[in-house]
């Protein structure tokens, strides 16, 4: 009984020790995400352009990924843009539309994104002025501080279930334990001399009592 108490107790303290060490994680995610959001809301994108303007050509890295703006004086359906690489008489176009507001910034309309396979450079023709941005600088400024506060979220979680379980496990042994404790009264029996004069008493005759018929 004593070791089952021991192993319940145990049970316990992990549980609560694993519980507040999840809700720490969580914690620190929130705030790990909280201060990257911060950082990608106050980027200048003038400041980390690789190309501004209508026509010209902008250098790509390979698996590289860009960001295309127009300046905010014109909404995203007024800008046409195209960018390309010529191989042989041949026209490969990489730009995507992508009108999402949300990817805005200051004094900026985002218009869209295009990729690169290759190094090198691309040929860029707009019809207004526009300004791309290599989406690294997102990453820099605030982007791998919000991938950090994954792994700590996960953990958090992971560690919230195994607490939870475990707390649960120890309440339902503990349940267990005092169903299984209780006290059988059991009436005691009359002791050996007693229970044979009773024997005696009972199986006397007449002739035994010194009596006569």
Do not use: H
């Not at 649960?168 to 005691?188: D, H, L, M, R, Y």
């Amino acid at each position: 009984m004593r070791q089952t108490i021991q192993f319940i107790v145990g049970v316990r303290r992990n549980g609560y020790f694993i519980l507040g060490f999840s809700v720490i994680s969580i914690v620190v995610s929130i705030v790990i995400f909280a201060f990257g959001s911060f950082q990608m809301d106050e980027i200048n994108v003038e400041e980390e352009a690789i190309f501004t303007g209508r026509n010209g050509d902008v250098p790509v890295e390979v698996y590289g990924t860009y960001s295309v703006f127009v300046v905010s004086d014109y909404t995203c359906e007024e800008v046409e843009v195209s960018i390309y690489e010529e191989d042989d008489d041949m026209i490969w176009e990489y730009f995507f539309r992508d009108c999402d507001d949300i990817f805005d910034e200051d004094g900026w309309i985002y218009v869209g994104y295009f990729s690169s396979d290759f190094d090198g450079s691309m040929d860029v023709e707009a019809n207004r002025q526009i300004l791309i941005i290599d989406d690294m600088a997102y990453f820099n400024d605030g982007g791998g501080a919000m991938l950090l506060s994954l792994p700590f979220c996960c953990l958090g979680i992971i560690g919230l279930i195994i607490a939870v379980t475990a707390l649960i496990s120890a309440k339902e042994q503990v349940q267990s334990t005092e169903t299984n404790s209780g006290i059988v009264f059991i009436e005691p029996s009359s002791p050996p001399e007693e229970r044979a004069q009773d024997d005696v008493k009972e199986g006397s005759e007449w002739w035994d009592k010194g009596s006569k018929p």
